[in-house]
């Protein structure tokens, strides 16, 4: 089997269909679909279902499909690498990251990173953190920032940044007048919260769920700065990142509420693939990371490659 072969497949696979994969490729449709049938044949099995215009795996396909993503992302891998070693001025990195990380721990590595590596392009995608894992586990991004913990055992990951969490309020609340309030009395008021399943909501959830109370928020929104945007025109109670409300403090728009020794707090992290090899442009980045945050721990052989 030939690595031209494996590339036609693979190109059918990714979009389920002979007609756009001809087009990704600049080729014919009957030129695919004499290519597959050649491959095929050498292989002796079925690799594709036909249902009219669309394609479908068949069980020999799936698992020439999970074999051929390993093969063409260690090409891609190889290919950065080598571009990187001509010249690392010249690389490309692709990163993940959650919003708070984005806006209030990144910009100044991102700021020493440019002025080192002036020429090298950064891609930053900001979401969520299930969706940063999917995508660096699939190798479409280098490296991701996320929320921990991480449940996957393709990942390596490791905190890079303790994220201290306050209780906010408009400075007129009922509650913003009181020395010291329960998490009862938090559950009795209009809450706006992260969105449920995600990883800081579970945070939040148990800490009240250990005092025996169940949180039942008025309104669910995963993104901070819509969060105390909300807080301020007096919407209700939030509980936000602490690194994000500092501007609001000063001015007096927003209030912290005193939960005395209930504290929220959650651990930002680094996320690589396991055995992943980094290219030079991603390794220097991490140096700066490291040297930034001083992270307890850090890669190690088992993990990646540095």
Same mark, same amino acid.
């Not at 756009?20 to 044949?41: G, M, N, Y």
């Not at 690799?47 to 063409?72: N, T």
């Not at 990883?199 to 993104?223: H, K, N, Y």
């Given at each position: 089997? *030939? /690595? ?13 269909? &002979?007609?756009? !994969?001809?087009?990704? *490729? ?16 050498? *292989?002796?099995?079925?690799? &594709? ?34 571009? $990187? ?11 993940? #990251? ?7 721990? /990144? ?25 940063? @894992? ?8 280098? /490296? ?18 303790? $994220? ?10 009922? *509650? ?13 008021? #209009? %809450? ?15 800490? &009240?769920?250990?005092?025996? %109370? =169940?949180? !039942?928020? $008025?309104?669910?929104? $995963? ?26 403090? =000063? =001015? ?6 005193? #939960?005395? =020794? ?9 996320? @690589? ?34």
């Amino acid at each position: 089997m *030939l /690595l031209e072969h494996l590339r036609f497949f693979h190109a059918v696979a990714e979009n389920g269909s &002979f007609t756009r !994969a001809a087009a990704e *490729l600049l080729l014919t449709q009957p030129a695919v679909s004499s290519q597959i049938a050649r491959l095929e044949e050498e *292989l002796g099995q079925k690799l &594709f279902e036909r249902r009219g215009k669309h394609v479908q795996l068949s069980r020999a396909g799936e698992m020439l499909y999970a074999q051929s993503r390993k093969i063409f992302q260690q090409l891609r891998e190889a290919h950065t690498i080598l571009e $990187d070693l001509k010249n690392l001025e010249a690389g490309r990195l692709e990163l993940g #990251t959650v919003d708070v990380m984005s806006i209030y721990v /990144l910009p100044r590595i991102f700021r020493e990173f440019n002025q080192r590596f002036p020429r090298v392009e950064i891609s930053i995608s900001v979401d969520n953190s299930a969706t940063i @894992c999917n995508a660096v586990q699939e190798g479409v991004l280098d /490296l991701g920032f996320v929320t921990l913990p991480v449940e996957n055992r393709n990942l390596v990951f490791f905190p890079v940044f303790t $994220d201290i969490m306050r209780v906010i309020a408009p400075p007129n609340h009922p *509650l913003a007048k009181k020395p010291r309030v329960s998490l009862e009395e938090l559950t009795r008021t #209009t %809450l706006i919260i992260y969105k449920r399943n995600s990883v800081t909501r579970s945070l939040i959830e148990q800490v &009240f769920a250990e005092a025996g %109370l =169940e949180l !039942a928020p $008025d309104m669910e929104i $995963d993104r901070p700065e819509a969060m105390k945007k909300l807080v301020e025109v007096g919407l209700g109670v939030s509980i936000i990142p602490e690194m994000s409300i500092r501007r609001e403090l =000063e =001015e007096g728009s927003l209030v912290t509420l005193d #939960t005395g =020794e209930v504290r929220f707090e959650r651990q930002l992290g680094l996320v @690589c693939r396991r055995g992943q090899f980094f290219s030079p442009s991603a390794a220097a980045f991490l140096e700066i990371v490291r040297a930034a945050l001083k992270p307890a721990r850090w890669f190690d052989r088992e993990a990646a490659a540095l």
